[in-house]
């Protein structure tokens, strides 16, 4: 069926290296939005992108929707203990008319 | 703004009891959305409203499961009876003009049957 699915599921990450968590669709997004999800916390809404080929940039976090618009990469570069948590991609699907979430990765900080 | 306000925050019931979730969305937004998370199933949609109008609810376990919005800034999920497979963080979520926005989640309730 249609899903997004997120790769790695778990990553661990030593403080101050950078890592890429990728988010991959079966079918042609509109749109992809990512979300954080802090241990204990809910899903907060981080960016949306649009466009093929798009990047945004918010401070040492960088996101990317593909030119075929079927995956997505955010990418964080010296990583901070701050960083910890679930990152989740989702995409909306015409043919339900909802967001479809990946079951997300979970980053844990090696200080 | 309030952001949307879930209660109870935790939840310990036995097992056949019925539960009751509450949810209080973002004002104005038109769309609410109840998830379910667990680490072996992640994060599922249960069901979805439209203008207080139940939309999809094929996420919906089963009959045990049910959820109303009486009014728009009001809406309930409830397991009657509950078991302990049930356990699991749930979160409602709210939107503005397509369900395929940007969504505003709760903290969640964190149900526990034992």
């Known amino acids: 069926g249609q899903q997004v699915m997120q790769i790695p599921q778990y990553q661990h990450v030593q403080e101050g290296e950078d890592f890429t968590t990728y988010c991959n669709s079966s079918t042609t997004l509109s749109n992809i939005q990512w979300y954080k999800q802090r241990p204990g916390g809910h899903p907060v809404f981080l960016i949306q992108?649009?466009?093929?080929?798009e990047v945004k940039k918010q401070k040492r976090l960088t996101f990317q929707f593909g030119e075929a618009k079927k995956n997505s990469s955010l990418h964080i570069t010296a990583t901070q203990t701050t960083d910890v948590g679930t990152y989740f991609c989702?995409?909306?699907?015409?043919?339900?008319?909802?967001?479809?979430f990946g079951k997300g990765n979970q980053v844990v900080v090696i200080p | 703004d309030a952001g949307v306000i879930q209660s109870p925050r935790h939840e310990v019931t036995e097992m056949g009891q019925e539960v009751t979730l509450r949810c209080k969305p973002i004002s104005g937004h038109d769309y609410l959305f109840w998830y379910r998370q667990t680490m072996m199933r992640g994060l599922e949609l249960l069901i979805y409203?439209?203008?207080?109008?139940?939309?999809?609810d094929s996420g919906m376990p089963e009959d045990r499961f049910s959820a109303k919005m009486p009014n728009a800034s009001f809406s309930t999920l409830k397991i009657q009876p509950s078991e302990p497979r049930d356990s699991a963080v749930y979160f409602c979520?709210?939107?503005?003009?397509?369900?395929?926005?940007?969504?505003?989640f709760g903290p969640g309730t964190r149900l526990t049957v034992l």
């Open positions: 409203f439209n203008n207080n109008v139940p939309i999809d």
């Open positions: 989702a995409g909306p699907y015409l043919a339900n008319n909802r967001l479809a």
């Open positions: 979520a709210s939107s503005y003009g397509t369900p395929r926005n940007e969504q505003f």
């Open positions: 992108l649009v466009k093929s080929g």
